[in-house]
Protein backbone atom coordinates (compact mmCIF):
# COMPACT_ATOMS: atom_id res chain seq x y z
CA UNK A 1 0.00 0.00 0.00
CA UNK A 2 1.43 3.26 -0.82
CA UNK A 3 1.89 5.94 1.36
CA UNK A 4 -0.70 8.78 2.42
CA UNK A 5 -0.96 11.89 1.34
CA UNK A 6 0.97 14.13 4.20
CA UNK A 7 1.31 18.07 3.85
CA UNK A 8 4.21 18.21 5.58
CA UNK A 9 5.79 16.17 3.06
CA UNK A 10 5.81 18.36 0.40
CA UNK A 11 9.34 19.97 -0.05
CA UNK A 12 8.97 21.63 -3.26
CA UNK A 13 5.73 23.57 -4.91
CA UNK A 14 5.81 24.43 -8.36
CA UNK A 15 3.32 27.25 -9.41
CA UNK A 16 1.82 27.09 -12.87
CA UNK A 17 0.03 29.92 -14.60
CA UNK A 18 -2.50 28.91 -16.93
CA UNK A 19 -4.02 31.71 -19.04
CA UNK A 20 -3.20 35.32 -19.48
CA UNK A 21 -2.62 36.74 -16.08
CA UNK A 22 -0.62 39.84 -17.76
CA UNK A 23 -2.08 42.37 -20.17
CA UNK A 24 1.52 43.76 -21.21
CA UNK A 25 2.74 39.87 -22.22
CA UNK A 26 0.06 38.01 -23.67
CA UNK A 27 0.73 34.24 -23.66
CA UNK A 28 0.08 32.72 -27.11
CA UNK A 29 -2.44 29.76 -27.12
CA UNK A 30 1.00 27.62 -27.65
CA UNK A 31 2.51 28.82 -24.39
CA UNK A 32 -0.89 28.06 -22.72
CA UNK A 33 -1.32 24.33 -24.39
CA UNK A 34 2.50 24.03 -23.04
CA UNK A 35 1.14 25.21 -19.41
CA UNK A 36 -1.74 22.25 -19.19
CA UNK A 37 0.40 19.82 -20.43
CA UNK A 38 2.91 20.36 -17.87
CA UNK A 39 0.12 20.70 -15.49
CA UNK A 40 -1.20 17.30 -16.58
CA UNK A 41 2.62 15.68 -16.37
CA UNK A 42 3.02 16.94 -12.92
CA UNK A 43 -0.02 15.12 -11.59
CA UNK A 44 0.13 11.88 -13.53
CA UNK A 45 3.80 11.55 -14.19
CA UNK A 46 6.39 10.56 -11.27
CA UNK A 47 7.30 11.56 -8.67
CA UNK A 48 3.56 12.14 -9.06
CA UNK A 49 2.56 15.66 -7.54
CA UNK A 50 -0.57 16.81 -5.19
CA UNK A 51 -2.70 19.48 -6.17
CA UNK A 52 -2.84 21.79 -3.53
CA UNK A 53 -4.66 25.15 -4.82
CA UNK A 54 -6.04 26.59 -7.30
CA UNK A 55 -6.06 30.35 -7.74
CA UNK A 56 -8.41 31.44 -10.35
CA UNK A 57 -8.65 35.48 -11.12
CA UNK A 58 -9.83 37.83 -13.79
CA UNK A 59 -9.07 41.35 -14.49
CA UNK A 60 -11.22 43.92 -16.83
CA UNK A 61 -8.44 45.69 -18.19
CA UNK A 62 -9.10 48.93 -20.69
CA UNK A 63 -6.64 49.07 -23.59
CA UNK A 64 -7.14 52.13 -25.93
CA UNK A 65 -10.80 52.14 -26.81
CA UNK A 66 -11.14 48.34 -26.00
CA UNK A 67 -12.24 47.03 -22.96
CA UNK A 68 -10.40 43.29 -22.46
CA UNK A 69 -10.91 40.14 -20.07
CA UNK A 70 -8.22 38.29 -19.01
CA UNK A 71 -8.95 34.96 -17.03
CA UNK A 72 -6.05 32.43 -15.40
CA UNK A 73 -5.89 29.94 -12.72
CA UNK A 74 -2.62 28.83 -11.00
CA UNK A 75 -2.28 25.65 -10.23
CA UNK A 76 0.29 24.66 -7.12
CA UNK A 77 1.44 21.48 -7.43
CA UNK A 78 3.13 19.62 -4.15
CA UNK A 79 5.99 17.50 -4.36
CA UNK A 80 8.06 15.29 -1.83
CA UNK A 81 11.34 16.32 -3.85
CA UNK A 82 11.29 18.41 -7.23
CA UNK A 83 10.82 16.27 -10.65
CA UNK A 84 14.15 16.27 -12.72
CA UNK A 85 11.82 16.95 -15.87
CA UNK A 86 11.05 20.50 -13.88
CA UNK A 87 14.62 21.28 -14.69
CA UNK A 88 13.60 21.59 -18.54
CA UNK A 89 10.81 24.41 -17.92
CA UNK A 90 11.66 27.92 -17.12
CA UNK A 91 9.24 29.95 -15.48
CA UNK A 92 5.83 28.55 -16.84
Aim: proline share 4%.
Amino acid sequence: MSNPFQLSGMRYIKRIVVGNDNPQSMRTEAEVEEAITLVNRCLSGSPRGYLLNIEKSFGLYNIGEHQVVLQYAVYNIGFERKPLFLDDHGNI
